[in-house]
């Protein structure tokens, strides 16, 4: 005896006798509705199992990219435990910062009452602070949190923009590795400075405009790339390259999609020009300056200057001590010997015109021109300032820093195009040696986080935070002070005061023209008024040159000697220092150097690393 039908067979016979069969010329055929859905199912099962890997690897690729960001986020967080580093151009910043958000304008209080505005520098980094400083938890902390942040989104727009030219996930992912890793991009991104604001608005524009090359049409993308190059603009002045990158691209589109758009790249233009073209007005009505810097002259630095920027960039790849092994003589010849192959892997992918179909994606040599004009703009521009308006603009990690990240995307997305067409093995050993790379750096990045974690940067470092000056200058009254470094009494004892006058324009090199009339009145006011002059430094004889040195503290009694500063008063009634020491300036420092050089660095202990050698202040 047959037992009743099963579930599956019951549910069969009811599909059957809703769906009856249509016979045609003898064959069975399901009715219109039930063959449209049963083709719809097929399809829908068949895309499934097609898209799945490519969806599993798409996760891979961007999760990748964000566990580098995330890491690259935390080593600024540690490497920060005691603070972002702070030096000069920090305190303009943050005092700028604090007077737009105490709603007293954009600028400084000083200590005879006067509002000093903010002309030195453009305005963006320090509005920036303030929006930080309106959302709570303070500046300088909710500014270390934000320098993490953007440390973040520049490895992913790092990775982005060599995805689009070149859709290797290997490749984003050494691009995204080696800025999360390299000692130059952390150390960028742990001082108080305009730098990591200028990089992220600055390659988030070239991101959008080389995307806005493959289609024009594409009016959003053209204005949100206007809008970050502006404000890029508008937070260093070095921005302009940036800009004249994007003209230079549009002017070699030559007939094509781009170039029936004009009327919308000059627009553009005009975006990206207008904020700061305000502030310069600005500038101008306040001074009579557009960017405060003197007039063009020609002041060539020494040799010293160009072998230190070449030092710079081979700090890029090697370490500090490998760099600086090298005799001074050849790092030029060593360093125009290493850009020839570097030229080389990148001149075939830019002999495509910017609008070209020829390479892997139409993106791909429309962004690679954007960044290869940007390198010689910015270079320009650099040199040109060194030559002709700011001989002391140094050429350093942190003035060359935009084109670091230009050049490791260009090198990066050439290498994996060529890498396209090379055999396997080739293949398989330049890959090799490019992550062995990686991985030095990342060591290399790693301990100088471990070690700047316990000793801070500048005047955030241990050696300021216990500095005897600064702990002599905290238990003063209310009294005026003339000092040689405005930014460590501000910072660290929370005291505002006087700069010292100079001789000279430190910008170009000329004898200031006050300088008899401005030491006058150093000297008046501490006279009667009972102020002092404060001098840091191990050496503030060396540091300020004998005469300059002489010039300040004559008529002036030295009042008390620290191991990193001396602190010089009115001239009492027996000629000689309160503290009752008999002797004079110079014979003060040179006991302060002895006393200095037998008395050993001070000493920190980490809790695993054991001990470290910490510098005094400088």
């Known amino acids: 005896m047959l037992g009743r039908p099963g579930r599956a067979s019951r549910q069969a016979s009811a599909k059957r006798r809703a769906f009856p069969p249509i016979i045609l010329?003898?064959?069975?055929?399901?009715?219109?509705?039930?063959?449209?859905?049963?083709?719809?199912?097929?399809?829908?099962?068949?895309?499934?199992r097609l898209e799945r890997p490519g969806r599993v690897v798409a996760r891979l690729r961007w999760a990748g990219l964000g566990l580098a960001a995330f890491t690259g986020f935390?080593?600024?967080?540690?490497?920060?435990r005691l603070g972002l580093g702070l030096r000069d151009d920090s305190f303009a910043f943050v005092t700028a910062a604090e007077s737009l958000s105490a709603g007293t304008g954009l600028g400084r209080w000083a200590s005879d009452g006067t509002f000093r505005p903010l002309t030195h520098f453009p305005p963006f980094y320090s509005v920036f602070l303030a929006v930080l400083d309106q959302l709570g938890g303070g500046i300088l902390p909710a500014a270390r949190w934000a320098h993490a942040t953007l440390f973040g989104l520049t490895i992913i727009l790092v990775g982005l923009m060599i995805y689009d030219t070149t859709e290797s996930s290997m490749a984003m992912w050494i691009g995204a590795g080696a800025v999360a890793s390299s000692r130059t991009t952390l150390e960028l991104f742990t001082w108080a400075q305009s730098e990591p604001l200028y990089i992220v608005l600055g390659?988030?524009?070239?991101?959008?405009?080389g995307r806005q090359l493959r289609t024009p049409r594409h009016w959003k993308l053209l204005v949100g790339s206007s809008l970050c190059l502006s404000l890029a603009f508008l937070t260093r002045y070095a921005g302009i390259s940036l800009i004249l990158a994007g003209i230079l691209v549009w002017a070699n589109s030559g007939r094509t999609?781009?170039?029936?758009?004009?009327?919308?790249?000059?627009?553009?233009?005009?975006i990206m020009l207008a904020p700061t073209s305000i502030f310069m007005v600005r500038n101008a009505l306040l001074l009579?300056?557009?960017i405060d810097r003197p007039l063009p002259t020609w002041h060539p630095p020494g040799a010293e200057a160009w072998t230190g920027a070449a030092l710079t960039i081979f700090q890029w790849i090697l370490p500090p001590e490998w760099g600086r092994a090298i005799p001074r003589g050849l790092l030029l010849p060593i360093l125009a010997a290493g850009a020839i192959p570097c030229f080389l892997l990148i001149r075939p992918v830019l002999r495509v015109r910017p609008f070209s179909t020829a390479t892997v994606r139409q993106a791909a040599p429309g962004t690679l021109w954007l960044l290869g004009c940007h390198v010689v703009v910015y270079l320009f521009l650099v040199v040109g300032t060194v030559l002709w308006i700011d001989r002391l603009t140094p050429l350093n990690s942190r003035i060359l820093s935009p084109i670091f990240f230009s050049l490791l995307i260009l090198l990066v997305a050439s290498l994996e195009l060529r890498l396209r067409r090379m055999p396997s093995a080739r293949k398989?050993?330049?890959?090799a040696f490019s992550l062995l790379l990686?991985?030095?750096?990342?060591?290399?990045?790693?301990?100088?986080t471990r070690e700047i974690r316990w000793t801070g940067l500048g005047l955030a470092s241990h050696g300021w935070r216990s500095s005897p000056t600064i702990r002599h200058i905290r238990q003063l009254p209310d009294i005026t002070i003339y000092t040689n470094d405005l930014p460590a009494l501000y910072f660290l004892a929370g005291r505002a005061a006087f700069s010292v006058p100079s001789p000279y324009d430190p910008a170009s090199g000329r004898a200031s023209a006050d300088y008899e009339a401005a030491l006058f009145e150093m000297q008046t006011r501490i006279h009667k008024e009972g102020g002092l002059l404060i001098l840091f430094g191990l050496d503030p004889q060396s540091r300020?040159?004998?005469?300059?040195?002489?010039?300040?503290?004559?008529g002036l009694s030295l009042l008390e000697v620290f191991r990193d500063g001396l602190v010089f008063g009115a001239m009492t009634e027996e000629g000689s220092s309160p503290a009752g020491s008999g002797l004079s300036a110079t014979e003060c420092v040179h006991s302060m150097q002895a006393s200095h050089a037998a008395r050993p660095a001070r000493d920190l202990r980490h809790p695993r690393r054991g001990t470290i050698r910490t510098p005094f202040p400088p």
């Not at 003898?26 to 859905?37: A, D, I, V, Y």
């Open 288 to 290: 009579g300056n557009l």
């Open 25 to 48: 010329n003898g064959t069975h055929r399901l009715p219109e509705r039930m063959s449209q859905r049963a083709a719809a199912n097929i399809s829908h099962s068949t895309s499934t």
């Open 438 to 448: 990686l991985a030095f750096q990342g060591g290399e990045g790693l301990q100088w």
């Open 74 to 80: 935390l080593l600024i967080l540690l490497a920060t």
């Open 544 to 554: 300020l040159g004998p005469v300059h040195f002489g010039d300040l503290t004559e």
């Open 428 to 431: 398989i050993a330049v890959i």
């Open 257 to 270: 999609a781009a170039a029936q758009h004009r009327w919308k790249q000059v627009l553009a233009v005009g």
């Open 203 to 209: 390659l988030a524009g070239l991101l959008l405009l």
